[in-house]
Every structure is written in structure tokens, then in C-alpha cells.
């Protein structure tokens, strides 16, 4: 059973940066997959970001591909997602997830473990 804590969420300016961190605990980190999702109020959960257990490979979502960077310290059993550009549109709750597969997965499915979320409010 895999525990997984996000912080780092809050307020922000558009424009200005945001760096979100997920802790795991509870099982072997370096063997999932970790993904970033957002869900927006009356939206449907989206896709941000994830990345392979050894970190060679990220793959982003449209919406936020150019302006985020996810990387992991899997010596920390932590993932950082570097949101930068934020914009009016990317005010959400920010989730991080687990996932056993040791390929790119962009699916809410493919995802075993979920934190309980951290939001992210982006001023205009």
C-alpha cells in the first residue's frame, strides 16, 4: 500500500511559479510510475504530467506541455511538479498518483495509488 502526500499548493499570480511536491511512503517508490492529475470545480480530472520509475521518460498534457516540469528523487520517494506561466486556467486541485506500469500512462485507470490532492488558486 503505497501513501502518497502532496504539498506545496496555494496562491499565485498570473504568470508566477508554483512547485509541487509529492511524498510517497509504504512501498517500493521506485517501482511506480507517477502521474500529476487536476480537476477543476464542475470540470472532469485531467491530465497533467507523469513520469517512469527510473525518470528517463515525461509526457504532458496539452494544455500544460512547455510551462510544467515533472522530474522525481526516487532517493527521496518524492515527485516535483514545476509549474511555471501559471495561468488563469490552471487553478485545480492538483493530485498525484501511483502507477505500476513501467510505461507512459496518461489514464485515470492506469493509476493504483491517489493523494489526497493540494490546491492551486491563480490570481488574474
Known amino acids: 500500500q503505497v501513501q502518497l502526500v502532496e504539498s506545496g499548493g496555494g496562491l499565485v499570480q498570473a504568470g508566477g511559479s508554483l512547485s509541487l511536491s509529492c511524498a510517497a511512503s509504504?512501498?517500493?517508490?521506485?517501482?511506480?510510475?507517477m502521474g500529476w492529475f487536476r480537476q477543476a470545480p464542475g470540470k472532469e480530472r485531467e491530465f497533467v504530467a507523469t513520469?517512469?520509475?527510473?525518470?528517463?521518460?515525461?509526457f504532458y498534457g496539452g494544455t500544460v506541455k512547455g510551462r510544467f516540469t515533472l522530474s522525481r528523487d526516487n532517493a527521496k520517494n518524492t515527485v516535483y511538479l514545476q509549474m511555471n506561466s501559471l495561468k488563469p486556467e490552471d487553478p485545480a486541485i492538483y493530485y498525484c498518483a501511483a502507477s505500476p506500469t513501467i510505461r507512459i500512462a496518461t489514464t485515470e485507470s492506469a493509476y493504483d495509488y491517489w493523494g489526497q490532492g493540494t490546491q492551486v488558486t491563480v490570481s488574474s
Open positions: 513520469i517512469t520509475w527510473d525518470g528517463t521518460r515525461t
Open positions: 509504504g512501498g517500493t517508490f521506485r517501482g511506480y510510475g
